[in-house]
Structures are given as C-alpha cells and as structure tokens.
C-alpha cells in the first residue's frame, strides 16, 4: 500500500478516536446533580400518633454509599471498575417488637453523581451512552420495593438479620423486577447498619458501551449495592 495511503489512513484513524473522546468529554456534562435529594415519604405508614411503637429510620447519606462493580478489558488486562456515591435517600418504618410491620419508602440514587478512579470514565458513564445521567430525564435511579415478607418476631441490639427483598428497579427509563439480598444489624436502638446488594444485567435495562481506545471487552453483568446507616427520627 502506498505510504501515503497509510498515512492518511492513520491520520482519520487518529482524528476518529480524537473526536469520539472528546464527545464522550462533553457529553457527559459536570457531574453535578440538579437538585439536593429528599428523602421519599413512605406509602401508606402510620403517622406518629398512630404508630405506636412503630419507629422510623432515615437513611444517612454522610455514611451511605450506593455502588456498582463492573468488569472490563483495559488496555488488555482485566480491570474491575468501582463506582460510589453518597447522593442516596431513603426510609424504613419497623416496629421493632414485631418485624412483620416493616414498610420502606423508594429508594434513589443520583446516577449522575458516582465516581470511579478515573474522571474521563466518569463523563463516559454520565453521557448518552451508557446512563445518559448528565441528562435531568435519567438522573436519578430508583428503587420501588415490594412489602417485606418472611420476616417476624423482634429484634434486639446487636441482632443481624439476612433476607431478600423483591423491588422495582428503573435505570435509565427502564423498570425491571430486581431481587436484592439483604444483611442488617440494629446497632443499637437508635441505629441500623446494613447492606443491599443484587446483580443486573446492564443489556436489560439498555446500557451499552462507548467504542473508546483501549477498552477491549465489558461485562454485561453489573453488581449494585448499597451499604447505609439509617438513623431514627
């Protein structure tokens, strides 16, 4: 081939890759969310007066972090990707004599606000593409969860407690019936410890992955969780 042809062809080569990095750059705007969260009121929960022993716990987004965990090929090594936020808000309604009484309210997230290690990937994540969370429409995760069920008895200080809990998971406009374990302690009668964590796979819910240099191969399956405190109020 002629070597002015390879050159030109190493040159469009060259301003592809350029122009795709710096699309994904823009695209995946600031970072920052649009509005401060606040927490979701909880369907259908007794008021104070009526709720007797009834106690109700607010997650504490200053120690919480909601997450994924993905797999990657970087630059032809396998890489595990991290991505956290605090930006999470949420509630639970238990008497904690009788743990068939437990109501949550929505879980949310602000997608557009995780952070990896690495800025560029971030703005990836933010844009079209994969969460599309630079966007007001898909900002926000959320997490409608169905009335607990199995549980009973009480719970004392220091207690862990290991169920599931079955919800209604939407990323990116698109709902998806999600089974999520559950791990939780009372630390003490005032305080509640615990962590959620489930595997989805991002097809499903229609995230796909920029054609960026150096990234070789993503996994389709994505681990979410969330560690919390959520404190009475």
């Known amino acids: 081939m002629n070597r002015s042809v390879v050159g030109w062809i190493v040159a469009f080569a060259l301003a592809f ?12 705007g600031s970072g920052e969310p649009s509005a401060e969260l606040t927490t979701p009121t909880i369907a259908g929960a007794a008021t104070t007066a009526a709720a007797g022993t009834s106690r109700t716990f607010v997650i504490d987004p200053l120690r919480s972090v909601a997450g994924f965990e993905i797999d990657e090929i970087l630059r032809g090594s396998p ?12 509630q639970v309604q238990v008497d904690l004599a009788d743990l068939s009484t437990v109501q949550l309210s929505q879980i949310v997230v602000n997608a557009r606000t995780f952070r990896t290690d690495s800025e560029r990937r971030d703005r990836a994540i933010r844009g079209p593409i994969i969460l599309n969370s630079a966007t007001d429409q898909f900002e926000l995760i959320t997490l409608d969860v169905d009335p607990a069920t199995g549980l009973s008895g009480s719970v004392q200080p220091g207690d862990v407690l290991s169920f599931s809990l079955d919800g209604d998971l939407t990323i990116k406009g698109v709902t998806k ?13 005032s305080t509640i410890e615990g962590s959620v964590t489930t595997i989805v796979l991002r097809s499903d819910f229609g995230i796909g992955i920029p054609n960026v240099p150096g990234i070789a191969d993503v996994s389709d399956e994505v681990v979410l969780s969330l560690s919390f405190v959520a404190v009475a109020g």
């Open 17 to 28: 890759a350029g122009s795709v990095l710096a699309w994904v750059w823009f695209a995946g």
């Open 177 to 189: 019936e999600v089974v999520f374990d559950v791990e939780v302690i009372l630390s003490d009668g």
């Open 79 to 90: 890489n595990r990707v991290f991505g956290q936020t605090d930006q999470v808000v949420g």
